[in-house]
């Protein structure tokens, strides 16, 4: 009995502490999201712009207002559309 609560014990550390290092990591290299095939790779971190993006990607096919108070982009990079970044904005133009 106490061994299975030690093994449980130091699995639930593990996760713990996986856990935490995968929130450290995002936390100091601010990225939000990165994607790519072979024809184009974009990390999105919080100081990417959507001029950045479309640099990459292009003009978006669809622009609408975001709930956030700024915009809600949809990339789309081929023509069936199974390929798409989604990036929504803040009031002031920021990435969401």
Avoid: R, W
Wanted: charged share 20%; hydrophobic share 40%.
């Amino acid at each position: 009995m106490k061994k299975k609560l030690l093994i449980t014990l130091m699995i639930i550390m593990l996760l713990l502490n996986l856990s935490l290092s995968v929130v450290v990591n995002a936390a100091t290299s601010q990225l939000l999201i990165s994607v790519g095939t072979g024809n184009y790779y974009i990390e999105v971190t919080t100081t990417t712009t959507i001029d950045d993006i479309k640099k990459v990607l292009g003009e978006p096919k669809l622009t609408t207002p975001s709930a956030f108070g700024g915009e809600a982009y949809a990339f789309y990079t081929d023509d069936d559309y199974s390929n798409y970044l989604y990036i929504e904005t803040v009031e002031d133009g920021k990435i969401f």
